[in-house]
C-alpha cells in the first residue's frame, strides 16, 4: 500500500522566520495538496497541484509558497511565520481528475513562539 | 460562513449506541466524502457518495444525502470508544481542488 509523508511531524519557529514542510507521495497520483487546520475550523486550501510543476493558488494562499519539484513530492513554505500562530498542516493527494476523495497524510504541526 | 457545515459541534453517547451526525452544503456537487479524524492523525476518508447516490453503506457505516435539500447523514450503529474522533463531510466540484470541508462534528463514545 501507499503512503504520504510529511515532514517534520512537529515544528516550532520563531516570529518572522521562514519554514518550509515537505511531503512525499508513492501513490503515483498527480494531485496534491496543502491544506491548514485552525482548531474549530474546517480544513482550507492552500495551494494545490495537478501535476508536476504545476501550482494552484487554493483559498489561502497569501502568506505562502509552494513547489511541486515532482510528482512524487510537494513543498510549502510559510514566508513569515507569523506571532502565536499554532495549526496543523496536512498534505494529501488524489488520481488524475482530482475530484476523488484525496487521501491524506498526518499532518505538520506548527507553533511559532 | 461555511459550504459545507455539520450541524453540531459536539456530541456523546454510550458505546453500543446509533449515533448520526449531519451535513449541509450550500453549491451544486458532483460527490459527498464523510471523513473521520482521529486525534494526532490525517483525515481519513469513511464513505463517498456522488450527487446521483440516495444511500451508501461501508460496514456500521451508513451515508444518505439528499440533493433537494442538500444535505447528508452519516449514521455509526454499534458505537465503539474507536469511534472516537471528529467527522467532516466535505463536498467536491467538477473542479478540480475544490473540495470544502466543514468545521467537524467531535463524536465521543463512553465505556
Known amino acids: 500500500g501507499g503512503i504520504i509523508t510529511q515532514t517534520p511531524k512537529f515544528l516550532i519557529g520563531q516570529e518572522g522566520q521562514k519554514l518550509t514542510l515537505k511531503c512525499q507521495q508513492n501513490f503515483n497520483h498527480d494531485t496534491m495538496y496543502w491544506y491548514r487546520q485552525d482548531s474549530g475550523k474546517g480544513l482550507r486550501l492552500i495551494y494545490y497541484s495537478i501535476t508536476e510543476n504545476d501550482l494552484q493558488k487554493g483559498d489561502l494562499s497569501e502568506g505562502y509558497d509552494a513547489s511541486r519539484e515532482k510528482k512524487s513530492s510537494f513543498s510549502l513554505t510559510v514566508t513569515s511565520a507569523q506571532k502565536n500562530e499554532m495549526a496543523v498542516f496536512l498534505c494529501?493527494?488524489?488520481?488524475?481528475?482530482?475530484?476523488?476523495?484525496?487521501?491524506f497524510g498526518e499532518g505538520t504541526r506548527l507553533s511559532v513562539l | 460562513s461555511q459550504l459545507a457545515e455539520e450541524n453540531l459541534w459536539a456530541l456523546s453517547v454510550h458505546e453500543g449506541e446509533s449515533v448520526t451526525v449531519n451535513c449541509s452544503y450550500k453549491t451544486s456537487i458532483t460527490a459527498l466524502q464523510w471523513y473521520r479524524q482521529k486525534s494526532g492523525e490525517g483525515p481519513a476518508q469513511l464513505i463517498l457518495i456522488r450527487s446521483n447516490e440516495r444511500e451508501k453503506r461501508n460496514g456500521r457505516l451508513r451515508a444518505t444525502l439528499d440533493t433537494s435539500s442538500q444535505s447528508s447523514s452519516l449514521s455509526i450503529t454499534a458505537t465503539r470508544c474507536e469511534d472516537t474522533a471528529v467527522y467532516f463531510c466535505?463536498?467536491?466540484?467538477?473542479?478540480?481542488?475544490?473540495?470544502?470541508f466543514g468545521r467537524g462534528t467531535r463524536l465521543q463514545v463512553y465505556a
Open positions: 466535505a463536498t467536491g466540484t467538477q473542479v478540480v481542488g475544490q473540495l470544502t
Open positions: 494529501a493527494s488524489s488520481p488524475e481528475g482530482g475530484n476523488q476523495a484525496p487521501l
